[in-house]
């Protein structure tokens, strides 16, 4: 691997900072990443739902693994030298030899970070799953970001009185596993985040959005790292929809109003 895909990996784990979160606005796509740049994004990031959709399949290990990663191939691409990390849902393998190849495959795309999340797999098996990752980063020689992710609060698995416990103690095996940082989707509550962020000895990332706390309130509390996750894209589509509702019922076209240049969506490539 190339020096510079070294210090693109070293330069995200340098934007994980407790109380300064490096803010993930998530794409899917070579447009949105030259978007999402030019608004100052420090680096970039993939997200599951986002690219699956894009890519006709739905979210949850359905997508193939091998457009998935040209996909991300041509985010990293768009990207220039920001640091791209990829969100590769259980990594699109059922052993962890086989995560461990997925990641192999991430690399060579020239991406420097990968969310790898647990489902409903027992924590030992979910942690193995993440130290194959963590191998396979090593011997090709990349400091690759791994962001252990639970899903114990978004599936809202076990009773709710016992959810925390049970994600600290995930987050904690896979830390020891390797992961770099830890990501728990599906929590809003101030409490929560704090609890979280004082359990577990790695950068908290969580998922933002309407009705989360804001990111200087996510900042205070310690937060290493904000996703959007697949909002850029609910947001995106649901312009789709008003504006093909809005022609087919009334023949108008209001909603295409604010819409981009098209000069200036062309000069994201005549010049880039």
């Given amino acids: ?3 510079e895909q070294r210090d693109r990996a070293r330069r995200l784990h340098e934007l994980h900072r407790p109380g300064a979160p490096l803010v993930l606005a998530n794409v ?7 978007l999402v740049a030019a608004a100052g994004a420090p680096a970039l990031a993939t997200a599951s739902a986002s690219v699956s959709w894009a890519l006709g399949s739905a979210d949850g290990d359905a997508a193939d693994r091998d457009a998935v990663l040209a ?3 041509l985010v990293v691409r768009a990207a220039g030298p920001l640091p791209v990390t990829a969100d590769l849902e259980s990594g699109f393998a059922d052993t962890p030899a086989g995560v461990g190849g997925t990641v192999a495959a991430l690399l060579a ?3 420097v970070g990968v969310n790898l999340e647990d489902g409903a797999r027992p924590a030992a098996e979910a942690a193995e799953r993440i130290a194959a990752a963590r191998a396979a980063a090593d011997a090709a020689g990349v400091p690759l970001f791994v962001n252990g992710r639970t899903d114990v609060f978004l599936r809202r698995l076990g ?3 016992g959810r925390l416990d049970e994600a600290v103690a995930r987050l904690r095996a896979y830390v020891e596993a390797g992961a770099d940082g830890v990501f728990v989707p599906g929590v809003a509550d ?3 985040i704090a609890a979280l962020v004082e359990a577990v000895p790695a950068p908290l990332n969580v998922l933002a959005g309407p009705g989360s706390p804001a990111v200087p309130e996510l900042a205070a509390l310690g937060v290493a790292r904000v996703s959007l996750g697949p909002g850029l894209a609910k947001a995106a589509y649901a312009a789709v929809r008003r504006a093909a509702e809005e ?3 009334a023949g108008t076209y209001t909603a295409l109003d604010g819409g981009l240049d098209y ?6 490539y005549v010049t880039g």
């Fill in 109 to 111: 795309t020239g991406a």
């Fill in 190 to 192: 101030p409490a929560v």
């Fill in 1 to 3: 691997m190339s020096t």
């Fill in 247 to 249: 022609v087919y019922a």
């Fill in 159 to 161: 009773a709710p009185q």
């Fill in 28 to 34: 899917w796509d070579a447009v949105g990443a030259r």
């Fill in 263 to 268: 000069g200036e969506l062309q000069g994201l």
């Fill in 71 to 73: 996909q991300t191939a």
